[in-house]
């Protein structure tokens, strides 16, 4: 165990596979192990490179790991799946996971903490509600519409729906009004549970100085600023702004060869729920662009009126990771743009 330098492990939920090699590659040890003689042998171990891949728990694991002394390589599956030799099973996983977590140019995974999991996991909480919300509305509006009553469109004109309901009485049965009741209820227990998420992030976020000085940005609020902290973590594990927003998919797609480049819409990889929030922000900026002198919204009514709307949304999310990135990683504040 003392020659092993690099040890590759195929994560699991019960029983994990182990592949370590010497510092010149060469096999040392295959093995299987259940989640409690992991631990064991990973305590017993001398410190070395411990290569996982990024799925659920990945982080969890890394910080065990790495409080006995090792240190961890998290890479994403598509990046070892190169390296898999023949067919796919445990074994061969975690030889490419040993193999890969040592290549000179591979891209790894930042490790995220406890702090930074638990804001993730109010947002997540939050998408899942704000989804079950909007489920709700569209089928006691969908209900409605087969009985002869209209529902305008927006989650704010079903807080009338029991003023609208007592109008449209004759139109309804008993089973109906019954029925669309209770679904109104369970409602308003979503509507309270985004509401009570956006309580609490919009509370983390004044207690985070990151927070405060990207939210002077425009197009950033607590939701936004609070998802890309704990989403980054660490902004200097990237070397630039672009790699940021290449990161989150903002980028375009490229498909050159040659002297002949080609540049497609963007390449949408990444944490999804971030960029919807990256880009939806900066639609709202986008949208009043034109009535404000500054120097943000003059170049952002600009792109709007040689690109579109679209682009120039996804312009200005590009602009702001970039941004952010530059706040978090010099721990400067935020400059206004003079004109």
């Known amino acids: ?12 939920k019960n029983v994990f596979q182990i592949h370590g090699t010497d510092a010149k590659g060469k096999c040392l040890l295959r093995k299987r192990l259940n989640r409690v003689k992991l631990m064991e042998f990973i305590a017993n171990l001398p410190p070395c490179i411990i290569g ?27 990046f070892v799946k190169p390296y898999v030799k023949s067919n796919k099973n445990d074994r061969n996983d975690a030889e490419a996971i040993a193999e890969a977590c040592t290549r000179p140019h591979m891209r790894f995974v930042p490790i995220k903490t406890v702090d930074q999991q638990d804001i993730l996991m109010i947002h997540r909480s939050r998408e899942l509600a704000v989804k079950q919300r909007t ?58 549970q985004v509401k009570k998420y956006d309580k609490l992030l919009e509370a983390l976020a004044k207690q985070h100085v990151l927070c405060q000085e990207i939210q002077k940005m425009q197009g950033i609020g607590p939701i936004i600023a609070s998802a890309i902290v704990a989403t980054i973590g660490d902004a200097k594990a990237f070397k630039n702004g672009r790699e940021v927003s290449a990161w989150l998919g903002l980028t375009p797609k490229q498909y050159s060869s040659g002297d002949k480049i080609i540049l497609g819409g963007i390449s949408k990889r990444g944490d999804r729920y971030m960029r919807k929030l990256l880009i939806q922000g900066a639609r709202t900026v986008v949208k009043v662009c034109d009535s404000k002198k500054d120097k943000v919204s003059c170049w952002v009514a600009n792109k709007k009126q040689r690109c579109g709307f679209n682009k120039a949304a996804v312009a200005l999310a590009n602009k702001n990771a970039r941004i952010i990135w530059a706040i978090m990683a010099t721990g400067e504040c935020y400059r206004q743009p003079s004109l």
């Open 52 to 78: 996982i891949e990024a799925c659920g728990g990945s982080h969890y694991w890394a910080r065990c790991f790495k409080q006995y002394g090792h240190e961890v390589r998290m890479m994403a599956p598509q």
């Open 135 to 192: 489920s709700q509305a569209n089928q006691i509006r969908g209900f409605l519409n087969e009985y002869g009553v209209i529902l305008s469109k927006g989650i704010s004109k079903l807080n009338q729906l029991l003023k609208i309901l007592e109008e449209n009485k004759a139109k309804l049965t008993v089973i109906a009004m019954e029925l669309i009741t209770q679904l109104y209820e369970q409602f308003k227990l979503y509507d309270a």
């Open 1 to 12: 165990m003392k020659n092993i330098k690099v040890l590759g492990i195929d994560l699991a």
